[in-house]
């Protein structure tokens, strides 16, 4: 039985971190929103099934939302994550503080409301973006670099993607740091993910998804 992924079909965003781990294990899975009337049909699964927002997963009867929790559901059934239930915790809580992380790279383009456009609340998230750079990439990055080295697992495709984010956004700040760790796993997943990489399935960073590349927050 194949999985059903519902995320918007334009961007990387949290969905990507799910992509991540079926295209790592090899798993048969449709892109529902990719799809003809994908975003349509997207919508309609939502309200059937009381899902406030993608991405979610549909397997037979079982759904599925919110990453960390899709992510967690998924690792054993891919053989990402080991079935015994405190090293399974443990990697939950690993993707939940990416969830936390992901938030604040959110909040460096749109600090103020979603509903805004950048431009709009340009001032703010200059403000807001220095100190992301000089505070909270130190401080994630750093507490992720002590769990890098840990056995290869759906949390370290997620680091994956956070590194492959940050290069794409913050790419000045980036060369300015030395996460020895984090470099070497972000190099092993790309290995494993190349097929992936290369296909017309990995959606490329844009100005619409998660990680934005703006130079004047990367001053």
Same mark, same amino acid.
């Given at each position: ?81 080991? +079935?015994? #239930? /405190?090293? !399974? ?8 503080? @990416?969830?936390? =992380? $992901? ?18 609340? +340009?001032? #703010? /998230?200059? !403000? ?8 909270? @990439?130190?401080? =994630? $990055? ?78």
């Amino acid at each position: 039985m194949s999985y059903q992924l519902y995320y918007w079909p334009s961007i990387q965003g949290r969905g990507e971190f799910v992509r991540l781990a079926l295209e790592c294990a090899g798993a048969k899975y449709e892109d529902v929103a990719r799809g003809k009337n994908g975003v349509e049909v997207m919508m309609k699964a939502m309200k059937r099934h009381g899902v406030f927002a993608p991405p979610f997963l549909i397997r037979g009867k079982t759904v599925v939302s919110h990453t960390a929790l899709i992510l967690h559901y998924l690792g054993p059934k891919l053989g990402l994550a080991p +079935k015994a #239930e /405190a090293a !399974r915790l443990r990697l939950h809580a690993l993707q939940l503080t @990416i969830t936390d =992380f $992901l938030a604040e790279v959110h909040d460096t383009h749109h600090p103020i409301a979603n509903s805004l456009y950048y431009e709009d609340q +340009k001032v #703010e /998230a200059l !403000r807001r973006t220095k100190l992301f750079r000089e505070a909270r @990439i130190p401080k =994630f $990055l750093g507490y992720f670099e002590t769990h890098a080295t840990l056995p290869f697992s759906y949390v370290s495709l997620s680091l994956f993607q956070v590194m492959e984010g940050l290069d794409f956004a913050f790419p000045e700040t980036m060369r300015k740091t030395s996460y020895k760790n984090l470099r070497t796993l972000q190099e092993k997943a790309r290995k494993r993910l190349a097929p992936y990489l290369a296909s017309e399935r990995r959606i490329p960073f844009n100005q619409s998804g998660l990680f934005r590349r703006y130079p004047e927050l990367d001053a």
